[in-house]
């Protein structure tokens, strides 16, 4: 388990590929769902909703899908979710 120290020091991609993985291994869908509802979702005519069959898979192709992370003013945002997870779990 790490400390916020640890994980702070640490790229967003890095704790993103962390986050990811734990709740992949979790079959955390919830986790995908709560990053989605703390970030704006450019509109691109496909509202990149997950319905009841969705899978962790599926939550993560829609990630970058829409993010292609680059996370611009909302980074220091995705931050907190990803160490807050990882923090957790």
Known sequence: M???AELD???TEELRKRAFET???RHDLAFFWSLFAHLRVPENGDDGALGIQSTVDDAIAVWKETTGHEYGDEEP???AVFI???LKH
Do not use: M, Q
């Open 2 to 4: 790490s400390t916020f």
């Open 9 to 11: 020091v640490l790229s």
């Open 23 to 25: 709740a992949r291994e």
């Open 77 to 79: 945002l995705v931050r």
């Open 84 to 86: 807050d997870y990882l």
